[in-house]
């Protein structure tokens, strides 16, 4: 494990116990649910997915990849898919196992860098679920390969991301409202922040992120061998989002 993974599990694990948004474990409810055959899951902050973008869930065998936080895979447990969900935050990856145990679902659980899935076999799962977390890793192209491999011909891959136009602005100022262009694509809070301020993230267990172009986030998936079948926008609770959307979702297939 090398260090900005090593440091990013550390900082995620802390956001469990400050209550990230994306570390906050569904209800009962929403498992009962589920279970019933209504069900939603998000790779961003408001949308949900549609659910054309889905085949009939029953024995899927799906991966959630970096998609610990007890949300996405126990929805998709109670539907009736086989999960396994692989996460960087060993308190993420307990979210998941506390619904589970709660509600009487069976997800496996495996911790791991989304840009190394040597664990799993070639050709492994049917539909990987991917929400946004690219933004915690610093090349995203083996991120997509790697869902490649694992992926069964005419399989699904569903991924959110982060638009890397909100990475131009200076951060400080973008709180106060105010969007100066600070930085360029792609961006990366070690490089481009001054080393006083990379020290202070450190220090806080914040978790580093990085900005990557859209050529890696689309192009990257269509040439480790993906088609883009879907695709939409969102937004997250930044100032840009008065101005556009900050969000996407890309639905890919495996050929």
């Known amino acids: 494990m090398n260090a900005l993974v090593d440091h990013n599990s550390k900082a ?3 956001k469990v116990e400050t209550g990230n948004e994306w570390t906050v474990a569904v209800e009962r409810h929403v498992i009962e ?3 019933r055959g209504n069900w939603d899951i998000r790779l961003t902050p408001i949308k949900n997915v549609p659910k054309e973008w889905f085949p009939p869930v029953k024995g899927l065998k799906v991966l959630c990849l970096a998609s610990g936080g007890g949300q996405q895979a126990p929805v998709l447990a109670a539907a009736g898919a086989d999960v396994t969900v692989l996460d960087n935050s060993e308190q993420q990856l307990e979210q998941d196992r506390m619904v589970a145990d709660r509600d009487g679902l069976t ?11 040597s664990q799993f076999e070639n050709e492994s799962f049917d539909f ?3 929400p946004v977390a690219n933004v915690f890793v610093e090349n995203i192209l083996p991120v997509w390969k790697e869902a490649h491999r694992v992926l069964k011909r005419n399989g699904t891959l569903i ?5 890397p136009v ?6 400080e100022l973008e709180e ?6 600070k930085h360029s694509i792609p961006y990366a809070d070690s490089e481009d922040l001054p080393k006083h301020k990379v020290k202070k993230l450190i220090e806080n267990n914040e978790a580093l992120e990085f900005g990557h172009s859209l050529e890696d986030q689309i192009k990257g998936q269509l040439d480790a061998g993906f088609i883009v079948t879907g695709f939409y926008e969102d937004k997250g609770g930044f100032v840009l989002d008065q101005y556009i959307n900050t969000y996407s979702a890309t639905r890919s297939i495996k050929v």
């Open 12 to 14: 995620w694990d802390q």
């Open 33 to 35: 649910q589920a279970k």
């Open 107 to 117: 997800i496996r659980t495996v911790k791991g860098s989304m840009d190394d899935l």
């Open 128 to 130: 990987i679920v991917h």
């Open 159 to 163: 991924s959110g991301f982060v638009n």
């Open 166 to 171: 909100v990475f131009l602005f200076d951060i």
């Open 176 to 181: 106060q409202g105010v969007l100066k262009v």
